[in-house]
């Protein structure tokens, strides 16, 4: 169906941090899932994504046309924390949404607020995480973007609450036009939900590939320090122990066939995460 999000040839240098040649693309009509450790980068290119930080080089597109430094009212975005004004009711967040965009749907709002159990006479600052959370979402959605972009929108929120979140971006994707990118260190919500998966360390896109895809390919593999090892080729990095070696491993089965008798478990993105930053190249 096309691509939702392009991010194209993306620099951004701050505080001595770089994002460096970012180029990543969100089809249309998936969600594509953000992984990375804290300081990445991947809450720098939301917000270049957003228009909240403008790249030093490079630019991003929506539906093939160049976003402005303003950001697009056809990109619905949540953050991991509430930054609506506190002293606001919700029916008054409501009426100020109402001044600022164009297709904002208050009725839509006020159905989603009730099926939420939100009251809009109260407080922004009464809300509790969970309950900000799910204001978040609404305002995101209720002026009916195509792209929802989300900033670790599940951080702190007890289980239940996540499984109601995951719900509304499924539903959100029920329309195929509809794209999502999610940010997030809980890698199991994103191996429930994500299409794709991209990966930034250090300021780098490492991989951007289909989730199932790269679920299939790596495995982890694991032996004695003194193992004769074959297909060595196919060994992305290794983990050091008292008790041997653990090893990343690209092309599982084939590597399975060519060490018959090592044990190589399925990979998480936990896993690919970790020994892609953590352990030491082949």
Wanted: net charge negative.
């Amino acid at each position: 169906m096309g691509c939702a999000i392009g991010v194209k040839d993306l620099n951004k240098t701050f505080d001595g941090f770089s994002l460096k040649n970012i180029n990543l693309e969100i089809p249309q009509g998936s969600v594509v899932g953000l992984i990375g450790e804290n300081g990445a980068g991947k809450t720098t290119l939301i917000k270049c994504i957003t228009g909240a930080a403008i790249p030093d080089s490079g630019y991003v597109e929506l539906m093939g046309t160049r976003i402005g430094n303003r950001g697009s009212e056809d990109i619905g975005v949540v953050f991991d924390e509430c930054h609506f004004p506190e002293k606001l009711t919700g029916c008054q967040l409501s009426s100020v949404m109402g001044d600022i965009l164009s297709n904002w749907d208050s009725e839509r709002f006020r159905k989603m607020m009730s099926e939420y159990g939100i009251d809009l006479e109260s407080k922004i600052s009464t809300y509790s995480r969970g309950m900000m959370m799910k204001i978040q979402v609404a305002v995101a959605i209720c002026h009916n973007p195509r792209v929802l972009i989300l900033d670790e929108p599940t951080a702190g929120l007890d289980p239940a609450a996540r499984e109601e979140f995951l719900d509304e971006i499924m539903s959100f994707m029920q329309n195929e036009s509809h794209s999502v990118l999610i940010s997030s260190h809980i890698t199991s919500d994103l191996e429930r939900i994500a299409d794709y998966i991209a990966f930034i360390h250090k300021g780098s896109l490492l991989l951007c590939e289909e989730k199932n895809a790269l679920l299939e390919n790596f495995g982890i593999a694991k032996c004695c320090k003194d193992s004769e090892i074959s297909g060595k080729d196919r060994i992305v990095s290794i983990r050091h122990s008292d008790y041997g070696l653990s090893m990343l491993v690209k092309d599982k089965d084939e590597f399975k066939r060519s060490n018959p008798g090592m044990v190589i478990d399925d990979a998480s993105l936990d896993d690919i995460m970790i020994y892609m930053i953590r352990g030491e190249a082949q």
